[in-house]
């Protein structure tokens, strides 16, 4: 585990230099954080056909366990891999779902085909979040 932190040293600011705009919203990715049950943003775009990454860091001040679940971003072909603090689980050879403790992020590298919707979810302890990325 020790060295998971690195990577978001290393991504993070290549992220942020795009653009530090309020919206957190980057033309090859996104920052998404988890605050009071809800991803913030919900919803965004991103560049398509394109190699992409999507961040979601579980922001909560409470001790709320998140999930992060995607059977779009994480199917055979789409997901690139998967990084971060937080505790990647699998089914078989396919990651089933990300849990986020308060503090934990996941980056999610990942293939945004252009036109197509990719949706993800936490539903872990009767939570229904959802957001969703758009690829244009
Ligand atoms: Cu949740």
């Known amino acids: 585990m020790s060295k998971l932190p690195l990577i978001s040293v290393l991504v993070l600011p290549i992220l942020l230099a795009g653009s530090l705009s309020a919206d957190a919203q980057f033309r090859y990715g996104h920052l998404v954080q988890i605050h009071e049950l809800t991803f913030v943003p919900d919803s965004a775009q991103v560049q398509g056909d394109a190699f992409t990454v999507l961040v979601i860091q579980n922001r909560e ?76």
């Open 61 to 136: 001040e409470g001790p709320i366990l998140h999930e992060v679940r995607s059977k779009d971003l994480f199917e055979p072909g789409t997901l690139i891999s998967v990084q971060g603090t937080g505790t990647v689980e699998y089914e078989g050879k396919q990651v089933s779902r990300v849990l986020l403790a308060p503090g934990e992020e996941v980056v999610i590298w990942y293939y945004a085909a252009k036109g197509r919707t990719y949706t993800y979810q936490c539903t872990i302890n009767g939570h229904s979040m959802q957001g969703t990325v758009q690829a244009v």
